[in-house]
């Protein structure tokens, strides 16, 4: 396991209606949270909640009232979230640079290791990411291999948060594909964002339309005390009544009532991938990697037969296996669940080939910065400009900001970013889900849109 720093202890333990906890000085509650006041949550055996955003959860003020949009001809986003800091530098190494040697005595690759980077002789991917690097060269990979934002934020905290609304607001409290689905989704689509961890992604974090997360839709179901077989369907069945009987009452009943109704509204629709003695119910075109520590491949897997199945799916957030905050150890988790995350994404792409979906979904991969260019004894400490991906056989597939190279780093001994995950986003809203950035990144106006979709 990576030694990492236990602000990143802190960071990892974000809660569904509370979003990241405050650990920093001065720093508000975050995105994902002022949900307990006015929100509402139900678990299940699949750790399954629907949250619906209220209060403080409002959207940006000057976009209160924002038009109502049918949603982009049925495409998907997919946020992959690498958590703790992935070191890009080792994503995509420099191997036969002198100074990345002389940085890296003991971390750095040996030269010619793993396949050349085509659109930059310089780097070479790491065998780890041979997977991408197979996609890449069919052009469904996009690199950026410095993306970050002008003053650089190290703690996880902050630029985690960042990432997560869309902007350098430490106060902003919706996430940033929360606000797209505010403009665009519905009352009555709890899956229109869908959390695949089982906890409230932040970047969903919604002021107006109910989100979903579910963590084994394969398992999603609920647990009563004592209660179990005709009983428990019974109980169930009533719930949904009793919400559809309570659905125009006062607001707050109103909004416990919804959620009765689309919770048990999800139970229905997720059925069909319901497990029978610990069997899945759906199956798989393409095989996906195994690992007995990580159900990573499993929940792509159950992704693409949700798409699959035509349930309507928009915007899905899904964390990644491993620990990025590689201060020690970092061989070992790079050779490790890196591997194993890129190989089921390449899987997650091949399923969703087969299917005939690939033209509908797009996969962006990120992480709350890179790290130091530097090694320590043991590791790498925290950094500023990191790696991001978008996959998809509708992906531009080609490098999108340069490398800055290790012979100008900035006064942290940091790679320097090359383009600006604010306008990743804008460019994601914009080229792939149709949509005017403006009112939902805030400066989107002042930062570049990089071309990221053909």
Request: hydrophobic share 45%; aromatic share 6%.
């Amino acid at each position: 396991m990576a030694h990492h720093c236990r602000d990143f202890a802190h960071a990892a333990r974000a809660r569904a209606g509370q979003g990241l906890p405050a650990i920093e000085p001065g720093m508000p509650a975050p995105a994902g949270s002022g949900l307990s006041r006015r929100g509402f949550l139900l678990r299940s055996a699949g750790l399954a909640l629907a949250v619906y955003g209220g209060g403080r959860l409002a959207p940006l003020q000057a976009e209160a009232a924002l038009a109502q949009a049918p949603l982009a001809g049925g495409r998907v986003l997919v946020q992959v979230f690498l958590a703790g800091g992935l070191d890009s530098v080792s994503f995509l190494a420099p191997t036969e640079d002198a100074t990345y040697r002389r940085l890296r005595p003991r971390l750095a690759l040996p030269p010619g290791t793993g396949t050349p980077f085509r659109e930059d002789g310089r780097l070479r991917w790491h065998p780890s990411a041979a997977a991408l690097a197979g996609l890449h060269a069919e052009g469904k990979v996009s690199v950026l291999p410095a993306v970050g934002y002008e003053h650089p934020d190290q703690s996880h905290f902050v630029s985690r948060h960042f990432h997560e609304v869309g902007a350098l607001d430490p106060r902003l409290a919706t996430g940033w594909m929360g606000r797209y689905l505010d403009r665009v989704g519905t009352m009555d689509n709890p899956l229109q964002g869908l959390a695949l961890d089982g906890t409230l992604a932040p970047a969903l974090a919604a002021g107006r339309v109910p989100v979903a997360a579910v963590a084994e839709p394969g398992n999603y179901d609920f647990w009563a005390r004592d209660v179990w077989g005709d009983v428990e369907a019974l109980m169930l069945d009533a719930t949904a009544r009793i919400g559809a009987a309570h659905a125009g009452g006062g607001p707050a009943t109103a909004q416990v009532a919804r959620a009765a109704m689309h919770t048990a509204g999800l139970r229905t629709r997720l059925a069909p991938l319901r497990e029978r003695d610990g069997v899945p119910a759906f199956t798989s075109p393409v095989a996906y990697p195994a690992d007995p520590d990580s159900d990573f491949p499993q929940r792509l897997a159950a992704l693409a037969a949700m798409l699959g199945s035509g349930l309507p799916l928009h915007c899905v957030a899904i964390t990644a296996p491993g620990d990025y905050d590689t201060h020690a150890n970092q061989t070992a988790v790079l050779n490790g669940p890196l591997k194993l995350t890129c190989d089921a994404l390449a899987a997650f792409q091949r399923d969703l080939e087969v299917r005939g979906l690939a033209d509908r979904v797009l996969v962006h991969v990120w992480s709350e910065f890179g790290r130091r260019a530097a090694e320590n004894a043991e590791g790498t400490d925290h950094g500023a400009a990191g790696l991001g991906l978008v996959i998809g056989s509708r992906a531009a597939g080609r490098m999108v900001g340069e490398f800055p190279g290790l012979d100008v780093l900035d006064q942290d001994g940091n790679l320097r970013a090359t383009s600006d995950f604010r306008g990743v986003y804008a460019a994601l809203l914009e080229q792939w889900l149709g949509t005017d950035a403006n009112g939902l990144i805030p400066d989107a106006a002042a930062v570049a849109r990089p071309q990221l979709v053909r």
